[in-house]
């Protein structure tokens, strides 16, 4: 992620973010964005503006670091398996919470054992997204990423009904 400290203020982090973030929003062509390590802070929103997203198995993405959040929460680091899986920031559970679009699988030990393999899962990945997203102008490009953006975090809860008689 982003270096969160004053020296990165000082040399305009917030507003190269911002300006990725703009400038993404306002492409006309497929954006696919894969997560091969781990993403987080500034740096995971800076690539969330994306037609698809797609994390590799074992990959992680998360607006801030386990240690980080952690060490807001318990005041410290030591705590940071206990955030990190508050957070919910694998593969799995993003796919699950509708945050990412799929998850490319990995051979066994991880992408490292097998850089081949890996990459033509990506490939196909790619193909794949890019046949889905063939068919939308550039206008219609742009809106299905700030719609996907704009739902991300949105939940509904449905409401308790009883149906037993008084």
């Not at 995971?44 to 037609?51: D, P, S, V």
């Not at 698809?52 to 940071?80: D, F, K, N, Q």
């Amino acid at each position: 992620g982003a270096y969160p400290g004053i020296d990165g203020e000082q040399h305009g982090i917030g507003h190269a973010i911002a300006f990725n973030i703009r400038e993404m929003a306002r492409l006309r062509v497929p954006v696919i964005s894969i997560v091969t390590g781990e993403a987080s802070s500034g740096g995971a929103l800076g690539i969330g503006i994306a037609n698809r997203i797609y994390l590799m198995e074992h990959a992680l993405y998360t607006v801030i670091s386990p240690e980080g959040c952690a060490s807001i929460l318990w005041r410290s680091a030591e705590y940071a398996s206990q955030a990190a899986k508050a957070l919910k920031i694998t593969a799995k559970d993003l796919l699950e919470n509708g945050i990412i679009d799929g998850m490319i699988t990995e051979p066994t030990g991880g992408a490292h054992y097998d850089p081949d393999y890996a990459g033509r899962q990506m490939a196909q990945t790619i193909q794949m997204a890019l046949a889905e997203l063939s068919g939308l102008d550039g206008n219609a490009l742009v809106q299905d990423r700030y719609h996907k953006f704009r739902s991300i975090g949105t939940f509904f809860e449905e409401a308790s009904v009883s149906t037993a008689s008084v």
